[in-house]
């Protein structure tokens, strides 16, 4: 097989550059060693940047996340038995963010592959890439007990954290740098009504809790717990009366319980690995960096990444010019270590850390006090949670 682009990974990030791609008239075939049932299976978070916003209606897959997804303009934050609200809007200029979760955003671009009859290679099993150093890269795979082979121009790594992409990089060509924190998310989804219309976050002596939502009926919350803890030891009715003690009065009195659709705890960590180009191969997304998802920006750094390899592909094809791919990892790395840096500050805000104490939780209580009467330091959480534009090549 041929293609210009080769595109390891079926998650949000190839499909959406597959989709920017297509669009662009460049041909393009993606390789996935989960099924398409597993993909649309991950359950993960959905607050939507702009840009995010804007690269989705870009490749044409917008239109139901305009409809149905909600409009958020603030957030707020819960500290010593009160709520403080950042009003993002107002202190922006206008910008909000989108809820509308990213398995939603998945369906429709796996949606849109299939109704233009684009090349998707589900269970694609023992996946390896050759040749990237030089200028015939090849992606290998195994399916229905033959070996494959796809000649491209260029390899994009979608495919993850654990994925093949980064792990084919000689060691000696990748630095990486890492933060691995003492905690972990439980996190329960459940059909009931927020509990609130904005996201709460809540900095407590017992630990963080978030309380967020998928729809106005489906929400999703999560408390700190040690990052040893095992999801078997909670029940729903321990998860709901721990979360409870973690609200203020009224958002208790508001809270609805019910049966977990799904109940998980999620380490958090923070990873980068530099660069993200090794010759004809790109990285993008989870493959290249990984945030704490207290600030919201893991899918939208990913989605960030493939717009700017949409548009250096676009150049190179348009003009037969190297410069927009040769500064490609420059322009998201710049983007990705302010998000690192925000989503690093804002975990260190909200959580209780096992070696701080007394003393730390009250660090903690000052800098938010701060923060929410502060114009200046409001607008700088404003300003990093609705996210940054995209810089142009």
Request: aromatic share 10%.
């Given at each position: ?60 897959v917008d239109a139901r996340a305009q409809a149905e997804g909600l409009p958020h303009q603030g957030i707020e934050l819960l500290f010593k038995g009160a709520r403080h609200r950042i009003d993002m809007h107002g202190l922006t200029g206008g910008k909000q963010v989108t809820v509308y979760g990213q398995t939603e955003v998945t369906h429709d ?285």
């Amino acid at each position: 097989m041929r293609t210009q682009v080769a595109i390891i990974g079926a998650g949000p990030a190839g499909l959406l550059l597959g989709q920017l791609l297509f669009r662009a008239g460049i041909d393009n075939v993606i390789v996935e060693r989960q099924s398409a049932d597993y993909v649309l299976g991950r359950i993960r978070a959905g607050v939507l940047e702009q840009v995010t916003m804007d690269l989705l209606q870009r490749a044409g897959v917008d239109a139901r996340a305009q409809a149905e997804g909600l409009p958020h303009q603030g957030i707020e934050l819960l500290f010593k038995g009160a709520r403080h609200r950042i009003d993002m809007h107002g202190l922006t200029g206008g910008k909000q963010v989108t809820v509308y979760g990213q398995t939603e955003v998945t369906h429709d671009l796996m949606n849109a592959r299939e109704a233009e009859g684009l090349r998707t290679i589900y269970g694609a099993a023992n996946v390896s890439l050759h040749g990237f150093d030089g200028e015939r890269p090849t992606v290998r795979y195994e399916k229905d007990g033959a070996t494959h082979e796809i000649q491209c121009d260029f390899i994009a790594g979608c495919d993850g954290y654990h994925g093949v992409s980064r792990t084919s990089v000689p060691a000696g060509a990748i630095h990486t740098y890492e933060k691995v924190y003492p905690f972990g998310w439980l996190g329960v989804l459940a059909d009931v009504p927020p509990v609130s219309h904005e996201l709460i976050y809540a900095n407590t002596q017992r630990g963080f809790a978030l309380c967020s939502m998928r729809s106005t009926t489906r929400s999703r919350f999560y408390v700190q717990v040690p990052v040893e803890e095992r999801v078997e030891n909670w029940s729903d009715e321990a998860f709901w009366n721990e979360l409870r003690l973690r609200l203020d009065p009224e958002a208790r009195e508001r809270l609805v319980t019910g049966p977990s659709l799904e109940k998980s705890i999620a380490p958090l960590r923070s990873f980068v690995a530099e660069p993200m180009r090794f010759g004809r191969l790109f990285l993008a997304g989870d493959a290249a960096h990984i945030v704490p998802p207290t600030g919201a920006k893991g899918l939208n750094l990913a989605t960030a990444d493939v717009g700017f390899l949409s548009r250096a592909f676009e150049i190179f094809y348009r003009e037969r010019s190297t410069s927009a791919l040769d500064r490609y990892s420059e322009l998201c790395l710049r983007r990705v270590w302010k998000a690192e840096r925000f989503s690093w500050w804002f975990t260190s805000l909200m959580h209780r850390f096992p070696d701080t104490g007394e003393f730390g939780q009250k660090i903690q209580e000052a800098e938010l006090d701060y923060l929410v009467h502060s114009h200046a330091a409001s607008t700088s959480l404003a300003e990093n949670y609705v996210g940054l534009p995209l810089e142009d090549f």
